[in-house]
């Protein structure tokens, strides 16, 4: 179970650092700082799926740049988590075209069964509920994102239960896509 | 059923990877740049009549030859797939599927505009699609389709993929670089355009997923023969996201010239409105380009039949049409209450406005306040003139288009629909009914 309270003074596994010693090879050599939301992503999917100051603090010296550059970014982009969440973070888009096709009810319905509010986690941890805006999948709505993965066509019960009860099965944290060995993660969508 | 010109293999299992795509033609486009100028690349693009296929409709060939050279300074192709325009998912579509010919087009367009390093910037939500592209990617550098000296040519190119963190704004090119050098995503003020000044300040393009990806066929069929496909100044095939209240949304590869009538209604494309409802409104081509109702997006306001491409779909300005913008078709059926569409897309632009402008970050907020109060029966008369006022005063005066993005789908919808606002003032208990929608504007058939 990945740890949701942030560690006093988190560090890199070897896995990431090789990850980030990679991405910072795509960028001209006095610009470094291009690797900022590349490495913002990999330390949130390192760290229980948010980043804490201590945790920026850490992008910051990986990447030579002062805290308030970090802080800036990550509080200026909706996919970073600034905030403690449950062990799946489920981000409802509520934009137009979903709305159009039940995305409110989409999001009354999952409100009911993980008991956990719009903003905020469910009571047992497991599933933090966060609205986001347009995830281009609108032929498919309504839409939800998990990690990386995409949960569309979700107007009825069934295809909302499946993805539930995926989420439930995960035991573990899935592997992260810099932990495997050329392998994409690879998923199940309509497209 | 009209030539597909992108999508031609997207069902071909394995088409995804360098081998099959090879082996159905993949990479013809680059062998054949290769051995062509740099010049005589642009030249094709330029006779093909390409138009931006990101929203705006620029052409590309121009954008091309707008890009400073000077000696000894870098620079870069910019691939813009922060996809996120509200009824817009094809980019998605044709990374996930078809990764190789974006790749191939990119290479094709490097190598006219003599970059040696390319980014393709992609929105932090398709990180899954990313993790496709670097495989495939990585697949043709192990051919000898990136890296030093690619096929022989002398020509070299390093290919990366780069993601966005969540943020509509960064698909404005000089907010995507702004993202791409590790910053908060606040637009630049042009000039000095990417082209001039971009990436690390140096000679920048920044193009659309799929206007890349159609450098493939133009260079494979001559940039003539693609500009024979399509009608006036809208040539070629384009893809279109059809969502919404259809019975057939998904993705589709017209040529341009198709009637709007015929796309929404034809078993060969959207298969008319679900559950045998009426049509109301269409907004054509992403959330901000203004809404048309039915009547209106059926015909111009002269009784043309309006056809999918630029120019028709622009007939009558914004008085009594619309844009074609990035493609992405949303159809709303009588059911709808277009106050609460109107709110529910003012939200997002104010959510995704960056806040550098005040016009833009407080009218915005203002757009999407008294937008939800008149949704929720709290509304006058006033403030149906006062969003449309708020909405005139972002516009021109803001330094990127989002401004502009956030005021027409208010000022289209109080034009076309004001007397669906006004019902919501006059009769706040009947208009504030779960799933209410005021029918009074509806033409039948």
């Not at chain 1, 913002?40 to 999917?45: F, Y």
């Amino acid at each position: 179970m990945e740890p949701t309270t942030a560690p006093a003074k988190p560090k890199f596994s070897p896995a990431a650092q090789a990850e980030i010693k990679r991405l910072l090879t795509h960028y001209p050599d006095d610009r470094k700082k291009s690797t900022l939301l590349p490495v913002l992503h990999i330390a949130q999917a390192e760290f229980g799926g948010w980043v804490s100051p201590e945790v920026q603090d850490l992008v910051a010296e990986t990447l030579g740049l002062r805290p308030i550059e970090v802080y800036e970014v990550s509080t200026f982009y909706t996919m970073f988590n600034l905030k403690p969440v449950g062990k799946h973070v489920i981000e409802i888009c509520r934009t137009g075209p979903c709305m159009l096709r039940g995305s409110d009810e989409l999001t009354a319905h999952l409100e009911r069964i993980t008991g956990a509010e719009v903003g905020g986690t469910s009571p047992d941890g497991v599933f933090t509920l966060k609205e986001v805006e347009c995830l281009a999948a609108c032929g498919f709505a309504p839409v939800v994102q998990v990690r990386e993965k995409y949960y569309e066509s979700l107007d009825t019960e069934e295809n909302v239960n499946a993805m539930l009860n995926e989420l439930r099965g995960l035991v573990h944290r899935p592997i992260l896509p810099w932990e495997e060995t050329g392998l994409p993660t690879s998923l199940q969508n309509n497209y | 059923m009209g030539r597909k010109l992108l999508t031609e293999h997207v069902n071909v299992e394995g088409i995804e990877t360098f081998a099959v795509y090879r082996k159905h033609g993949g990479y013809r486009a680059v062998e054949k740049a290769l051995k062509m100028t740099p010049e005589e690349v642009v030249e094709e693009v330029k006779k093909s009549g390409l138009r931006g296929r990101g929203g705006a409709g620029f052409p590309t060939g121009l954008k091309w030859s707008f890009l400073a050279k000077p000696e000894g300074v870098p620079r870069y192709l910019v691939c813009n797939a922060d996809e996120s325009e509200p009824g817009t998912f094809k980019d998605r579509f044709l990374m996930s599927k078809l990764p190789h010919l974006l790749i191939e087009g990119m290479i094709a367009g490097s190598y006219a505009l003599g970059a040696r390093t390319s980014y393709i910037y992609i929105r932090g939500e398709l990180l899954y699609v990313l993790r496709i592209l670097e495989k495939a990617i990585a697949e043709a550098y192990a051919a000898g389709f990136l890296g030093e000296n690619i096929q022989g040519s002398g020509y070299s190119l390093d290919l990366h993929v780069h993601p966005g963190g969540g943020a509509y704004i960064c698909g404005e090119e000089t907010a995507l670089l702004e993202s791409l050098e590790g910053k908060r995503g606040n637009p630049r003020n042009k000039p000095p355009f990417p082209a001039v000044q971009g990436l690390y300040a140096r000679p920048t393009v920044v193009n659309n997923v799929e206007s890349i990806a159609t450098v493939v066929p133009i260079l494979n069929m001559g940039g003539d023969e693609y500009a024979k496909i399509g009608v006036g100044k809208s040539t070629g095939t384009k893809l279109f996201s059809a969502c919404g209240h259809l019975n057939k949304p998904g993705i589709y590869e017209l040529e341009l010239g198709v009637p709007v009538e015929e796309f929404i209604y034809s078993d060969e494309y959207c298969g008319g409105i679900w559950k045998g409802r009426e049509l109301k409104a269409v907004v054509a081509g992403g959330s901000s380009v203004p809404i048309l109702p039915k009547e209106l997006i059926l015909k111009t306001a002269a009784g043309e039949n309006r056809l999918m491409t630029y120019e028709s779909l622009s007939d009558g300005g914004f008085v009594t049409g619309t844009m074609l913008g990035s493609g992405g078709f949303i159809a709303m059926d009588e059911t709808t209450c277009i106050v609460k569409n109107t709110w529910n897309f003012s939200r997002f632009y104010h959510h995704e406005s960056c806040g550098q402008c005040s016009p833009c970050r407080e009218g915005t907020g203002w757009l999407e306040k008294v937008l939800h109060r008149l949704e929720h029966g709290h509304g006058s008369m006033h403030d149906i003139d006062l969003i449309v006022s708020v909405a005139k005063q972002i516009e021109g005066n803001t330094i990127c288009p989002l401004g502009e993005a956030a005021a027409w789908p208010v000022a289209a919808a109080v034009r076309h629909f004001r007397d669906e606002f006004e019902w919501h003032v006059t009769h706040p208990k009947e208009a504030t009914q779960p799933g209410a929608a005021y029918r009074g504007n509806l033409v039948m058939a």
